[in-house]
């Protein structure tokens, strides 16, 4: 962990959660609600069972009255924020807080809850406003010193990934946040990134704005870059006898279209326009592990890092056989900021 704390830097001005969601979230948690609304979160291999087992782990139940309601008789996808695990086996001295909450992001990542849940209800991947959610509450809980993330997701959705980068760079790098008034105890809440098995594209481009990014021996980390794909299906209206006729101002407002062949002035606005959220892709890694441009070009060359590979090349900064582990080292982080 040596490492790790050396690298932390804490310069930005972090942002607040209100009291009343604060208190929302504790009484849920007061009232022992740590067991429902779980199935929301198992997919894709159930990336909390690890957790279960725990003792002590708390599931910390969403209260946020914004949340899109769970169809009658099915469980709320996105009813568990977080799952409050315990840090250590020493009790934490009064005052002090004592659990790693443990932040779930899995699937694709999309801008809103509603466009990660099917038709049944059932949720297939993790959106930025969930994030949001997750990690403020987490932040603002006055038993949780340090915030891991586990990743499992190939990225997604290019436009939400920047504010949301952007937001949890200032949270996990912004100046000590917590003060427990009997105490006097100021405490920073660190955020720890751990690819588990998969942390790709948008996922590291949030990933990285951690203030410590773990890896697994196996996860696959990488994938800087940014994509579109327009299909075309001009040949196959063709062979229908349909044609598609489009009345537009300006002459290229229907560049990408799929009934017709993309022209080179077409290609060219859309390139321009990968090339931009590209540029900013580039420049979140950049921030959020605190390098140059010259070694994000690296990166990006490279593509795909497995496991230590990422260590090595500094996109990571350490390797953790388990989830168990990442705990440990994320506790060991919010007490070495805590003495801060």
Same mark, same amino acid.
């Given at each position: 962990?040596?490492?790790?704390?050396? *690298? &932390?830097?804490?310069?930005?001005?972090?942002?607040?959660?209100?009291?009343?969601?604060?208190?929302?979230?504790?009484?849920?948690?007061?009232?022992?609600?740590?067991?429902?609304?779980?199935?929301?979160?198992?997919?894709?291999?159930?990336?909390?069972?690890?957790?279960?087992?725990?003792?002590?782990?708390?599931?910390?139940? =969403?209260?946020?009255?914004?949340?899109?309601?769970?169809?009658?008789?099915?469980?709320?996808?996105?009813?568990?924020?977080?799952?409050?695990?315990?840090?250590?086996?020493?009790?934490?001295?009064?005052?002090?807080?004592?659990?790693?909450?443990? *932040?779930?992001? +899995?699937?694709?990542?999309?801008?809103? =809850?509603?466009?990660?849940?099917?038709? %049944?209800? =059932?949720?297939?991947?993790?959106? +930025?406003?969930?994030?949001?959610?997750? $990690?403020?509450?987490?932040?603002?809980? @006055?038993?949780?010193?340090?915030?891991?993330?586990? +990743?499992?997701?190939?990225?997604?959705?290019?436009?939400?990934?920047?504010?949301?980068?952007?937001?949890?760079? %200032?949270?996990?790098?912004?100046?000590?946040?917590?003060?427990?008034?009997?105490?006097?105890?100021?405490?920073?809440?660190?955020?720890?990134?751990?690819?588990?098995?998969?942390?790709?594209?948008?996922?590291?481009?949030?990933? $990285?704005?951690?203030?410590?990014?773990?890896?697994?021996?196996?996860? &696959?980390?990488?994938?800087? @870059?940014? &994509?579109?794909?327009?299909?075309?299906?001009?040949?196959?209206?063709?062979?229908?006898? *349909?044609?598609?006729?489009?009345?537009? =101002?300006?002459?290229?407002? %229907?560049?990408?279209?799929? +009934?017709?062949?993309?022209?080179?002035?077409?290609?060219?606005?859309?390139?321009?326009?990968?090339?931009?959220?590209?540029?900013?892709?580039?420049?979140?890694?950049?921030?959020?592990?605190?390098?140059?441009?010259?070694? $994000?070009?690296?990166?990006?060359?490279?593509?795909?890092?497995?496991?230590?590979?990422?260590?090595?090349?500094?996109?990571?900064?350490?390797?953790?056989?388990?989830?168990?582990?990442? *705990?440990?080292?994320?506790?060991?982080?919010?007490?070495?900021?805590?003495?801060?």
């Amino acid at each position: 962990m040596s490492r790790i704390s050396e *690298i &932390i830097k804490l310069t930005a001005e972090p942002m607040a959660v209100s009291a009343e969601f604060e208190r929302a979230v504790m009484l849920a948690v007061a009232m022992g609600l740590e067991s429902g609304g779980s199935r929301g979160l198992c997919g894709f291999g159930s990336p909390m069972a690890m957790l279960d087992g725990m003792s002590g782990a708390v599931r910390v139940m =969403n209260t946020a009255e914004n949340r899109p309601p769970a169809k009658t008789g099915a469980s709320d996808p996105f009813s568990v924020l977080y799952t409050r695990v315990p840090a250590g086996q020493a009790p934490a001295a009064p005052g002090q807080p004592s659990s790693v909450a443990v *932040i779930d992001v +899995y699937g694709p990542l999309m801008s809103s =809850n509603s466009d990660v849940v099917d038709e %049944d209800g =059932n949720r297939f991947g993790t959106s +930025y406003q969930f994030i949001r959610q997750a $990690v403020h509450t987490a932040r603002a809980d @006055g038993d949780v010193k340090a915030v891991l993330m586990r +990743y499992d997701s190939p990225g997604g959705a290019a436009i939400g990934m920047h504010p949301a980068g952007a937001e949890l760079f %200032d949270l996990a790098h912004g100046d000590g946040d917590k003060v427990n008034a009997g105490s006097g105890f100021v405490a920073r809440v660190p955020i720890v990134a751990y690819a588990e098995r998969l942390m790709a594209s948008a996922a590291l481009g949030l990933g $990285v704005q951690a203030n410590a990014v773990l890896v697994a021996p196996a996860a &696959i980390t990488g994938s800087i @870059g940014t &994509i579109s794909t327009f299909p075309n299906i001009a040949g196959l209206l063709d062979r229908w006898g *349909i044609k598609m006729e489009a009345i537009k =101002n300006p002459v290229h407002k %229907d560049a990408g279209s799929p +009934y017709r062949a993309m022209s080179d002035d077409d290609r060219a606005r859309l390139q321009s326009t990968i090339d931009t959220f590209a540029g900013k892709f580039r420049a979140d890694v950049a921030r959020g592990r605190r390098v140059g441009a010259e070694t $994000v070009n690296g990166w990006v060359s490279k593509m795909i890092f497995v496991g230590g590979e990422a260590v090595s090349a500094g996109l990571a900064d350490g390797q953790v056989v388990n989830v168990e582990q990442a *705990i440990r080292a994320a506790a060991a982080l919010g007490d070495a900021q805590s003495r801060h």
